[in-house]
Nanobody
């Protein structure tokens, strides 16, 4: 079973919405926190939203007020509701653990492509 499977990406217009899902399995399901990362070609992945197991959330300035991260611990699924999309939100979105746990688990999924047209 693949530990991280992202889905829900696609093409949206500026101002539109998308909802990303991440199915988490295996050891990564025991991670203390989970996050969504945004990557564009030539740049490092950027953490844009994070959530602890208890539900505390944090956001990058670029998405605060527009994106909402949530999780279903019983179902081991992490979501990212993306509203008021902007062209600069375009890129591949990955979910993963946070901080040093990313290296500890040592796995990245395929990600899901989001394209926002202007």
């Amino acid at each position: 079973q693949v530990p991280l499977v992202e889905s829900g990406g696609g093409l949206a217009q500026t101002g539109g919405s998308l909802r990303l899902s991440c199915s988490v399995s295996g050891r990564i399901a025991s991670a203390n926190g989970m996050g969504w990362y945004h990557q564009v070609p030539g740049k490092q992945r950027e953490l844009v939203a994070a959530i602890t197991r208890g539900g505390t959330t944090t956001y990058a300035d670029s998405v605060r007020g527009r994106f909402t991260i949530s999780r279903d611990n019983a179902d081991n699924t992490v979501y990212l509701q993306m509203n008021a999309l902007k062209p600069e939100d375009t890129g591949v979105y990955f979910c993963n653990a946070l901080g040093q746990e990313v290296a500890f688990f040592g796995f990245w999924g395929q990600g899901t492509q989001v394209t926002v047209s202007s």
